[in-house]
């Protein structure tokens, strides 16, 4: 009799509302009792895509195998665990190590090295046919597209989507209520010119809420894009933007159900256009886009000012605060952009704007104060190295992850056999292996995280002569810097300013070493002389 543990996952919202998931935890129930064993927990990831790793009841499992809480691991099928092989030889040689078992209800244990094989080759062919009905269906939904039909079950605003009935395909049919909307929101930016943020309040004295919003206000994004979408004159359009990752995620949590979370237009030659029942005129539509564009050029936080700390400075409430011109006096501030983000709604945050000039300068001089004291910058060494030397030993973390590394060479050289004998592709290999690069990569980051923690650090303390050669090269460059170069020292200095009427808490990091001193300055001189060079050309 084995201590087990449960785990399932179901990949879709509509799987987790009709509950599939709990057959999988049924057939599981079932298996550990036939087999006389005893279940002790559970873990569940409802609505996960199984081609992502990072999952919260996954990491949970993981965290947990070292603690011998069971003593194997029961789930439904593979691709519960995953839907790339890659990752479940990766999970499951990870609970083996820990003598964890992995078993699975609809897949028989691996007895030997042939059982082993055949499970690979099996969840290498499995992970080829996915791959394949993918790309059927895109092939398939493109040419319903370019028949004319609509390939969407996401209508637009104004829109209600009618699915398919017999052998009519979907369409988009106006929805009364909401059509009259439309039609106000171009009228009032199309013919009276009013801005964006004057229509979220003027819908929101009508009590005209959006189809989905957490807070039941229209926003800035949402109103432009519904300005821009041609299908309003009838002239939907399929294929025109693809799913990317993020280059600079807004939201930093650990989980997301959608890695591809921003979008970015393909090109036009690639877009595919479907006729549909039109709202609005084409000349409105004109109108509300030349609005918009004058708008823009007449906003006043288009004007250009100088913000020292601009991409730096965040308010308490941990949002970041955005330089405003003077609109009623002659000041400029930093002020917290949850104002703008709550519009209309009253704002969260009531910590008060803070004089962009005083600020800058105050904090410039702190910064030049410590680049150019010798004093000040000896006691800030002391205190880095002091709590240096307390840190966290991560010596077993070391150690784990360096094994983990030697099990993804084994696995790449397995994957790269697996080409030599013609089982797999060389295109899924040069998938595979970039999979693994990039867990290697990732790897390799933490081990050096972690050695910068123990103080096993690329740089040695620096020395009374390195401070006092540090503090003189830097006092003779920073006696007369305009903003282009006090704005490139303060990216490269500061890390971080947290902001309020009464403090300004500012972190950062000094070059450490002569090597690093030159190679920063030298770095700003090239900058600075291009800066010149383009202005000079314009």
């Known amino acids: 009799m084995k201590r087990i543990a449960l785990y399932a996952r179901v990949s879709s919202q509509r799987q987790e509302i009709e509950e599939t998931i709990e057959t999988q935890i049924m057939a599981v129930k079932d298996f550990v009792k036939a087999n006389n064993h005893t279940l002790i927990q559970e873990y569940r990831d409802d609505g996960w895509s199984g081609t992502i790793l990072a999952r919260p009841a996954l990491d949970q499992l993981r965290l947990d195998a070292p603690k011998r809480l069971w003593d194997a691991v029961v789930v439904y099928d593979p691709d519960r665990l995953s839907r790339k092989f890659a990752h479940q030889e990766l999970v499951i040689d990870e609970l083996q190590t820990k003598n964890i078992e992995v078993l699975f209800v609809t897949t028989p244990p691996m007895k030997n090295e042939g059982d082993k094989l055949l499970y690979g080759v ?42 398919k009935q017999g052998e ?36 929101q004295e009508q ?49 997301k159900r959608i890695v591809r979370s921003s979008r970015k237009n393909k090109p036009e030659e690639d877009w595919i256009y479907i006729a549909c029942k039109p709202i609005i005129d084409k000349d409105i539509f004109d109108r509300a886009q030349k609005q918009l564009r004058i708008n823009f050029e007449r906003c006043v936080r288009n004007k250009k000012n100088e913000y020292l700390l601009g991409n730096l400075i965040r308010c308490t409430c941990g949002a970041t605060r955005t330089g405003e011109g003077p609109q009623h006096g002659k000041h400029l501030y930093y002020r917290c952009s949850g104002r703008v983000n709550q519009y209309p709604m009253p704002p969260t945050c009531h910590e008060m704007g803070i004089n962009a000039r005083i600020a800058d300068a105050m904090v410039w001089d ?121 704005r490139f020292v303060m990216l490269k200095v500061v890390d971080n300013i947290v902001a309020s009427q009464n403090e300004v808490q500012v972190s950062g990091l000094l070059p450490a070493t002569e090597e690093d001193y030159v190679k920063f300055w030298s770095e700003s001189r090239d900058r600075w002389s291009s800066k010149c060079r383009k202005k000079h050309a314009i």
């Open 122 to 163: 099996k969840g290498l062919f499995a992970e080829y046919e996915r791959a394949r009905i993918a790309e059927r269906f895109r092939l398939g939904k493109i040419r319903k597209a370019r028949e004319g039909h609509v390939v969407t079950s996401q209508a637009p605003y104004g829109y209600a989507y009618i699915p």
């Open 168 to 203: 009519k395909h979907g369409y988009f049919e106006p929805i009364s209520s909401e059509v009259r909307v439309v039609r106000d929101i171009f009228d009032w930016v199309g013919n009276k010119g009013m801005t964006i943020r004057k229509v979220i309040k003027k819908l």
């Open 207 to 255: 009590n005209i809420v959006p189809r989905k919003s957490k807070r039941g206000v229209w926003n800035n994004s949402t109103l432009t894009t519904l300005l821009r979408n041609e299908t309003y004159y009838g002239k939907a359009h399929y294929n025109k933007t693809v799913g990317i990752i993020p280059e600079h995620p807004k939201n930093l949590e650990k989980y």
């Open 366 to 486: 702190e910064v030049r104060k410590l680049m150019t004291s010798p004093q000040l910058l000896r006691r800030q060494v002391v205190r880095y190295f002091d709590r240096k030397s307390q840190s966290v030993d991560h010596s077993e973390d070391i150690t784990s992850i360096q094994h983990d590394l030697s099990k993804l060479v084994i696995e790449q050289e397995r994957y790269t056999k697996a080409y030599g004998q013609q089982v797999i592709t060389l295109a899924q290999l040069t998938s595979y292996v970039q999979d693994i690069r990039l867990k290697r990569t990732t790897l390799e980051q933490k081990l050096v995280s972690y050695a910068q923690e123990q103080d096993q650090l690329p740089f040695a303390k620096p020395t009374e002569e390195q401070i006092q050669s540090f503090c003189q090269k830097a006092k003779a460059k920073m006696e007369l810097l305009d903003y282009e170069k006090k």
